[in-house]
């Protein structure tokens, strides 16, 4: 099993920086896939982006050149950083990993608001 901890939201105004962390329960370089969704009111659940355990980053085209994914292996934690924020990124932040063994797994999420 795979637990996941997310910290880092908050309110933000539009053009701020926010980041998110994910503490993983285990090594996340044991983790197939670790990645971030996000969840707006009355929107369906999707896809910001994701890390492989390779280390490949792969980003919705919404926040492409605006948010960054890295990673601490040592701290098991996996990191969203987010710049040049809109209203429109407004929404619970989710972590999410997946395993070798076909596991997924959410985190609680986390409330990221920004204002205009």
């Known amino acids: 099993q795979v637990q996941l901890v997310e910290s880092g939201g908050g309110l933000v105004q539009a053009g701020g920086s926010l980041r998110l962390s994910c503490a993983a329960s285990r090594s996340i370089f044991s983790i197939n896939t670790m990645g971030w969704y996000r969840q707006a009111p009355g929107k369906q659940r999707e896809l910001v982006g994701n890390i492989t355990s390779g280390g490949s980053t792969n980003y919705a085209d919404s926040v492409k050149g605006r948010f960054t994914i890295s990673r601490s292996i040592a701290k098991d934690t996996v990191y969203l950083q987010m710049n040049s924020l809109k209203p429109e990124d407004t929404a619970v932040y989710y972590c999410?990993?997946?395993?070798?063994?076909?596991?997924?797994?959410w985190g609680q999420g986390t409330q990221v608001t920004v204002s205009s």
């Open positions: 999410n990993a997946r395993t070798f063994a076909f596991e997924v797994y």
